[in-house]
Every structure is written in C-alpha cells, then in structure tokens.
C-alpha cells in the first residue's frame, strides 16, 4: 500500500464520519483529482466504501463485514465466463478490453472480491482457444472475428514499419 493510501486512511480514520472530498482535501495538498484516484483504488480494495454521487459523494472507512464478502468459486467461475462471453461477443467495440472488463466486474463484485479478478480473467482470455470459446457458447465465426479484432488492433499500435 502507498504511504499517501495510509495516510487517507488514516486522515478518514480520524474524521469518524464519512466525508466530500473538499473535507479531504484540507488534510492533503493535492488536487481533488488525485484524491479521488486515490479514493477509488481504496474503494476497489475494500478499504473505503463511497456513498451518494457527484458533489454529494462521500468516503468513509470500510466496516468488516463490507471488507470481507464470501463468494463461492464456482460463482466467480460462472461470472468469469459470462464476462468472457460478453467480451468476445461485444468484440470491445470502442473500449479496450481491459477497460470493458474492469467497470462491467466493478459494477457485479464487491470491491474485496475483485483481487486478483480481473488480471486472471485477463489471463484466461489472452490464452483461450477456439475450443474453450466453444465450450462457452461463442460461436466460432465470433470468436475468429473477436481474434481478428484483436490482431488488428495489435498491429495498429505497433505502427508502420520504419522505412
């Protein structure tokens, strides 16, 4: 964890009571943008819960029984392969791929079971096949197009060749 994430931590800790960002922001000489970035990383790792929305938003210290959520790993595996399914089907229009899976668990998992979550479905798509994509229910000619995207994007980002 970094010092800054111990030190709100430790500033939210003292407050007592959930607290706008402009409440944070005397405790701290940074901008209101890298408080919240720094709130969200502490929200996704369970450590801060953030209720209301917009300039009404605000954070306090997670309780415990928010911090450790028990969730089976066949539910997560279950999750997991509908997210695959959704990815590949959506062919990340617009999005990059980790960015689509990101919000979509964000939106479905609480923040302390997200861990690990994200990187391992990742993982689990950059190494898949066709017949793991069958397996899941994505059509082959989906999966080849999804595969074809995917490679598009690759080479575009590389650039041209240098001549």
């Known amino acids: 964890m970094r010092n800054e994430h111990r030190k ?21 000489q940074v901008n209101d943008r890298t408080l919240r970035r720094w709130l ?4 996704d ?4 819960e953030a209720t209301g929305t917009n300039k009404g938003r605000r954070y306090r210290i997670a309780t415990p029984q928010e911090a450790d959520p028990r969730i089976e790993d066949e539910t997560l595996d279950a999750l997991q392969q509908a997210l695959l399914r959704e990815a590949i089907r959506d062919a990340a229009c617009g999005q990059t791929l980790s960015l689509l899976l990101t ?9 302390p079971a997200r861990g690990g979550f994200v990187a391992g479905t ?8 066709a017949e793991d994509a069958e397996s899941l229910g994505i059509p082959p000619i989906v999966f080849k197009y999804w595969q074809q995207q995917q490679s598009d994007t ?9 001549s």
């Not at 939210?12 to 701290?28: D, H, M, Q, T, V």
């Not at 969200?40 to 929200?43: E, Q």
């Not at 919000?103 to 923040?111: G, Q, S, Y």
């Not at 575009?156 to 240098?162: E, F, L, Q, V, W």
């Open 103 to 111: 919000e979509r668990i964000r939106t479905l998992l609480p923040a």
């Open 154 to 162: 690759e080479n575009s980002a590389i650039g041209p060749p240098n």
């Open 45 to 48: 790792e369970g450590q801060v």
């Open 40 to 43: 969200l990383t502490l929200c």
């Open 8 to 28: 709100l931590l430790l500033y939210l800790k003292k407050l007592e009571r959930p607290a706008l960002i402009s409440e944070l922001r005397e405790g701290f």
């Open 122 to 129: 990742l993982q689990r798509l950059q190494t898949m096949t």
